[in-house]
């Protein structure tokens, strides 16, 4: 889908997204500062801020193979681990200083136990995050965020405070308030943005320097307001979890549905809410993430309350006309979200794809057919 | 034992959700019962565990026909809980595991939707909830691990028509194996029986759950005392799979504490220890021995067979049988909570090798292959185990470091469709080859 809108702003985002590193990253690097990677996104990125370093979402882009995965994984495990592996025995996330974990799913906690066990990694650290959503979880998630803060203090050497605590997170709630702000700008019957442009956004907000992100992304939102828009023949959203790849959603832009937002974890639901400013901060940190951030199926009994808010947000506000819901080969937490929205949406009588992909994308011809004939499916419906 | 009436004869309209294939579940095992007290030399073990899964069947029946409560959940949930505030349990996957799917339900799995590379008994579950197989709870009790199909497997229900609004608690499992973790899964345990008081209608009675745990205690002790017998060297019985599976059955799939259930597992073990004096071999001629690093496949039966016919081959131990339970202590509420909370994370079947780090799946494997003299070991790689294919680079190591010959595979423990026994077979067959196994025995 062709945009007109012209900014470097976008461009040097877009650039980011397409690589590991970055420059504006290296210039961090060059100047002594610390980077860590962060496995999925249950990762509270604010207490790496608050302990001086640069918390950085890990994953595998531009990875070719999974050769050197093989004696670790098995075709049963999914594609995202196996590349980022992959990449770590490569030496490609070497220029991480440290690597931060959560029992997310199967894949990913066995991940970071070979992780640790083969990739060369100065710092490693692995958070707990409980299963189910509820008030004794946030103390239990309280607890490990507290253990987390001291193991960052002694490795590094540096003292987290409070007040660094509260700082980092104003810091992180302004990233999220200008995302917010670039998926209000696609509310608009004519968005400045394509789908895939807005994940490149989101994406590389998790791998350069907070400020100079900022700064990007204010310049980026000043240049949407002269762009001309695009007129799409009808408005899609999608929804997932680890997705980092722009290509799919270019993908099915190509065939002239344009993704107006989505429900994706380094998308719409990594800026939804912002975390609390009062009180404990860790505490703050506790609830964000367990209780009050969309939830995802990895975290048992939200997912339907969640489901049935984002479906008529996209609809209502975003005037959504098909969902497109992805899911990487053996993911069973994604597996079973797509029957339920499945489930969900027919009752609605809203258009539904639901596509599995590898994580390096492949077969993109396929992947155009089909969305091609549910876009169409779409139009059709609105001229009947 | 049971003080619940026998179920409704089958000519009774089946109307209700679930009831029409929990008669059959329990006329599959009256029929066995039949045959095994007709045949020449009853066996005395498999009787009793026919009549206690018989019982239950007919307890669960009574219950959906007299619309009595009855509640969905796990094995690792507890169960001895529900049984000391008298709640009927049903596991739904259960008796499709115990009796095997008929080709119908396996048609069925095929056609729910829900990815093809999931795990079979995952499919299972979803199936029989789709297609009505099994009645509405009162309410659920979520099993939140040891995989993340079965939590999201709950979540599916919950969206299945007809059980949408079914009251359900999900038991948040802690990842580690220390005294907080138990701590904090005790506190788990007591909400869960704040919701049962709730939603099902039954008070929680301690001096009751302290007699189940203690029989459970018992039963325990005599699970391990028959395993302590399978590791004579010949091994007195033949395949540990069904006699882990009849352990497994009897522990934690019917109502936890019945006191019969130890004078059936003593049995068992009276049998093995006397056949360890005799000096009888389960597999004549055992030349290999072989730890199975999973849960019993629901196909083991022609698996087992080949083994030992082909090569004189025994499956000592599997991951079902192997979980070295303790003994809860009962003197407060406190204690028996701690202690089950334990016994959920830590030694259940599964939950054990695979809740959290990789250290338990490889301890166990280390223990093993010493304490049962395996000569070698065999990962089937189950499709659902994520985890454990993830594990295979440590699993490796750790056999290289025992000097123990190890074989990865691919399948479905719950699909035999899924890897055909011939080609298990063939690369079994290699795999002995390849290492000379059975040749200097």
């Known amino acids: 889908m062709r945009n007109e809108l012209r900014s470097t702003a976008l461009e040097e985002l877009k650039e980011a997204a397409a690589c590991l590193t970055n420059p504006a990253l290296e210039e961090w690097k060059s100047q002594g500062g610390k980077v860590i990677g962060c496995m999925y996104h249950f990762v509270p990125e604010e207490i790496i801020t608050a302990a001086g370093a640069m918390p950085y979402r890990m994953r595998a882009t531009g990875s070719t193979g999974t050769e050197l995965s093989e004696a670790r994984f098995t075709q049963v495990n999914c594609s995202f681990v196996r590349h980022l592996f992959d990449s770590g025995m490569r030496g490609d996330q070497a220029f991480l200083d440290g690597v931060v974990s959560a029992n997310n799913c199967d894949h990913v906690r066995r991940l970071y136990d070979n992780w640790v066990a083969k990739v060369p990694t100065g710092y490693s650290h692995f958070l707990v995050f409980p299963k189910k959503s509820g008030p004794e979880q946030v103390g239990a998630y309280r607890m490990r965020l507290a253990a987390f803060r001291e193991s960052l203090e002694q490795h590094f050497g540096v003292e987290i405070s409070d007040e660094k605590l509260r700082a980092a997170i104003t810091l992180h709630n302004q990233s999220r308030a200008l995302q917010r702000r670039l998926y209000e700008l696609r509310r608009s019957a004519t968005p400045p943005i394509t789908g895939a442009e807005a994940l490149a956004v989101m994406v590389a907000g998790t791998c350069i320097p907070r400020e100079r992100y900022h700064g990007l992304l204010k310049q980026l939102i000043t240049d949407c307001a002269g762009a001309p828009g695009i007129d799409a023949p009808a408005r899609v959203m999608v929804v997932g979890g680890e997705l980092d790849e722009p290509a799919f959603i270019e993908a099915i832009e190509s065939q002239g549905g344009l993704v107006v937002t989505d429900m994706l974890g380094y998308g719409y639901r990594a800026c939804a809410k912002d975390v609390g400013t009062d009180g404990d901060p860790l505490t703050a940190l506790a609830r964000y993430q367990v209780l009050e951030r969309p939830a995802d199926p990895r975290l048992f009994g939200r997912t339907t309350e969640e489901r049935e808010h984002y479906i008529t947000r996209a609809v209502e506000d975003f005037g959504v006309e098909g969902v497109v819901s992805v899911r990487l080969m053996q993911c069973d937490h994604w597996g079973f979200e797509q029957t339920n929205l499945m489930r969900s949406l027919r009752k609605r009588k809203i258009p539904y794809l639901a596509l599995e992909i590898e994580y390096v994308l492949g077969g993109v011809g396929q992947l155009r057919t089909r969305a091609q004939a549910f876009l169409e499916s779409i139009v059709e419906a609105r001229n009947v | ?441």
């Open chain 2, 1 to 441: 034992m049971s003080d619940t009436p026998a179920g409704t004869p089958a000519s009774a309209p089946a109307t209700k959700r679930g009831l029409e294939r929990f008669r059959m579940y329990a006329e599959g095992k009256r029929a066995m019962i039949t045959m095994i007290e007709e045949s020449p030399d009853p066996n005395p073990v498999l009787l009793g565990f026919f009549k206690l899964m018989l019982a239950d069947d007919e307890r669960i029946v009574d219950c959906i026909e007299n619309d009595k409560p009855l509640l969905s959940t796990w094995y690792g949930n507890a169960n001895e809980i529900c049984a000391a505030m008298d709640i009927q349990a049903y596991c739904l996957v259960d008796n499709i595991l115990h009796l095997g799917p008929t080709q119908e339900d396996l048609d069925g799995m095929d056609a729910v939707p829900i990815p093809a590379d999931m795990c079979g008994l995952i499919k299972m579950g979803a199936y029989a909830v789709e297609k009505g197989l099994v009645p509405v709870p009162t309410a659920m009790i979520a099993m939140l691990e040891p995989c993340d199909a079965q939590s999201a497997l709950h979540e599916a229900w919950m969206n299945t028509p007809g059980w949408e609004g079914v009251p359900t608690f999900a038991l948040d499992p802690a990842y580690g194996a220390t005294g907080w973790d138990y701590d904090y899964f005790a506190g788990e345990l007591r909400r869960m029986i704040t919701f049962l008081e709730d939603h099902v209608g039954r008070k929680m009675d301690w001096d009751r759950l302290r007699e189940v745990i203690e029989a459970t205690n018992k039963q325990y002790e005599a699970w391990a005392e028959y395993n302590e017998c399978r590791r004579a060297v010949p091994c007195p019985h033949p395949s540990s799979f069904p006699t882990s599976d009849l352990c497994w059955g009897l522990t934690q799939h019917i109502v936890a504490g019945q006191p019969e259930v130890v004078d059936v597992i003593t049995m068992l073990a009276g049998d093995a220890a006397a056949k360890v004096k005799a000096g009888v071999a389960g597999v004549p001629g055992e030349r290999i021995r072989i730890l199975w690093a999973d849960l019993v496949p629901f196909w083991h039966g022609p698996l087992s067979e080949w083994l030992a016919s082909e090569w004189q081959a025994n499956v000592v131990m599997d991951f079902q049988g192997y979980t070295p339970y303790e003994h809860i202590d009962t003197s407060t509420e406190d204690s028996m909570l701690v202690g089950l909370a334990k016994r959920c994370l830590n030694e259940v079947p599964m939950i054990r090798q695979a809740r959290g780090s990789v250290d338990a799946m490889i301890e166990d494997i280390t223990r093993i292959t010493k304490d049962y003299t395996c000569d070698c070991v065999i990962f089937p790689g189950h499709v659902g185990h994520k985890d454990q294919s993830a594990s295979v680079g440590f699993l490796r190591e750790a056999c290289r470091d025992l000097k123990i010959p190890l074989l990865i595979l691919t399948v479905d423990n719950f699909d035999p469709r899924f890897t055909p026994i011939e080609e298990l077979s063939r690369q079994i067959f290699e795999f002995f080859e390849a290492h000379g196994l059975g040749e200097g025995r």
